[in-house]
């Protein structure tokens, strides 16, 4: 969930090593020191001013605050230009206060999701190589770009479900932009097109991000820092939060945590072990592979297309009874009634095959700046979903029509 940021706005080595390659590296041992450093607090708070400033308009400012607990309390705050917005993750429940709606609406909450059987599975048969935490909320900051060209910070709280590689995500993000990342001075600073972000080599925490195009510019400075401090008043509900009912959208976006659609986007994970020679695609990895993706689709297939089951099934139900009352009463001509039944099946062959085709063609693509799963990952996911649709689909309908065509025979 994205802070209330402004509308608009969150070398082939052989034998001798490349040029810059160690100061790389130098940047990327020291962004893991910060994670496993960062990892280990027990608490922190951290206050931010962000600063939009637009050609010809006044500029517009807003306090952001974040503050965590470990292992699984989190607080988001952000107030300025006429906007507020608080939010809480206690455990596994989620409360949201936005006090600049109608009074019944002002509060929100709602439990997390339970963990899926495929995401389950999937950290079972892909664990992490780093030391990883209990389920808990992940912070995150992030400079980007919207298709319109305008710069935006965006500001949130992740919750993890599973167990976590980081508290903060901008470390993680950092490291997969290392290549932009020096060392100056007291602090890691990435440095790309149109942004400056300088981290602290001390705290992991950026003191400042920047980011400059010809629409303007936004700045996120950070004001206050406390670590390893009480954090209660931030942490713990107000007692106002008691009045907080069960909010029906907040829950369904929480569900999406955990909806199969998003957890087809480890490919992404994997391929990234992959390029960092975490994983090898060999034999025993793809078995891995298929066995994550084969409970995923079983999941998706009869999400998507249950519904459409349960139709055709309704379908081939009403031709047993057509079959029947024709055959009871003797009305037609069984050779007739055969040709009829037959051409039902061939119907039903053809449209189980155009859904199957139909559902690999509605997945979504795939990718990311600098992350694109190979080929052989999509390879081992088409033959997967063969397999499930015909698991889950194909062969019980077909089933069923082979009973419809046993009464011609009796």
């Known amino acids: 969930?994205?802070?209330?940021?402004?509308?608009?706005?969150?070398?082939?080595?052989?034998?001798?090593?490349?040029?810059?390659?160690?100061?790389?590296?130098?940047?990327?041992d020291q962004l893991d020191v910060l994670i496993e450093k960062t990892n280990a607090l027990d608490s922190f708070r951290a206050r931010f001013a962000m600063v939009?400033?637009?050609?010809?308009?006044?500029?517009?400012?807003?306090?952001?605050?974040?503050?965590?607990?470990?292992?699984?309390?989190?607080?988001?705050?952000?107030s300025g230009n006429g906007m507020v917005f608080r939010m809480w993750q206690t455990g596994p429940r989620v409360t949201l206060h936005r006090p600049t709606l109608p009074a019944e609406q002002q509060w929100a909450t709602a439990e997390l999701p339970e963990r899926t059987a495929a995401s389950l599975l999937y950290e079972e048969l892909f664990p992490s190589e780093v030391k990883e935490l209990d389920p808990g909320p992940r912070f995150v900051v992030r400079p980007k770009q919207d298709p319109d060209g305008q710069d935006s910070i965006?500001?949130?709280?992740?919750?993890?479900?599973?167990?976590?590689?980081?508290?903060?995500?901008?470390?993680?993000?950092?490291?997969?932009?290392?290549?932009?990342?020096?060392?100056?001075?007291?602090?890691?600073?990435?440095?790309?097109?149109g942004l400056r972000l300088a981290l602290s080599r001390t705290t992991g925490f950026p003191e400042s991000i920047e980011m400059k195009s010809e629409m303007g510019r936004v700045s996120l400075i950070l004001e206050e820092l406390e670590l390893d401090q009480d954090?209660?008043?931030?942490?713990?509900?107000?007692?106002?939060?008691?009045?907080?009912?069960?909010?029906?959208?907040?829950?369904?976006?929480?569900?999406?945590?955990?909806?199969?659609?998003?957890?087809?986007?480890?490919?992404?994970d994997v391929e990234q072990r992959l390029e960092r020679g975490d994983l090898e695609w060999d034999e025993g990895t793809r078995d891995r592979w298929a066995q994550f993706l084969t409970v995923l689709h079983r999941d998706l297939i009869l999400e998507s297309l249950g519904t459409w089951k349960e139709q055709n099934e309704s379908w081939i139900d009403s031709i047993a009874l057509y079959v029947r009352t024709i055959l009871e009463d003797e009305l037609g001509d069984r050779e007739v009634l055969g040709e009829e039944?037959?051409?039902?099946?061939?119907?039903?062959?053809?449209?189980?095959?155009?859904?199957?085709?139909?559902?690999?063609?509605?997945?979504?693509?795939?990718?990311?700046?600098?992350?694109?799963?190979?080929?052989?990952?999509?390879?081992?996911?088409?033959?997967?979903?063969?397999?499930?649709?015909?698991?889950?689909?194909?062969?019980?309908?077909?089933?069923?029509?082979?009973?419809?065509?046993?009464?011609?025979?009796?």
Do not use: C, N
């Open 1 to 28: 969930m994205r802070s209330g940021v402004w509308p608009g706005l969150a070398i082939l080595l052989l034998a001798t090593a490349s040029p810059g390659s160690g100061i790389r590296d130098d940047v990327e």
């Open 52 to 78: 939009l400033r637009e050609e010809d308009e006044e500029p517009m400012e807003q306090v952001v605050d974040l503050a965590y607990q470990a292992p699984d309390q989190g607080y988001l705050g952000t």
């Open 154 to 193: 965006s500001v949130s709280v992740s919750f993890s479900l599973g167990r976590r590689s980081h508290v903060l995500d901008w470390l993680a993000w950092m490291k997969s932009e290392s290549i932009d990342v020096s060392i100056e001075g007291d602090q890691l600073v990435l440095d790309q097109e």
């Open 231 to 268: 954090v209660d008043e931030w942490v713990e509900l107000p007692e106002e939060a008691t009045t907080a009912k069960e909010d029906e959208d907040l829950a369904r976006s929480l569900r999406d945590l955990e909806s199969p659609w998003r957890l087809r986007y480890k490919f992404l």
């Open 341 to 410: 039944v037959a051409e039902s099946r061939r119907e039903l062959e053809q449209v189980l095959d155009q859904t199957l085709d139909s559902y690999l063609g509605r997945l979504p693509e795939l990718g990311s700046e600098g992350v694109v799963p190979r080929p052989e990952l999509f390879e081992t996911e088409e033959e997967v979903i063969g397999q499930v649709f015909d698991e889950v689909l194909r062969k019980p309908l077909l089933l069923s029509f082979e009973e419809v065509e046993a009464l011609l025979d009796l």
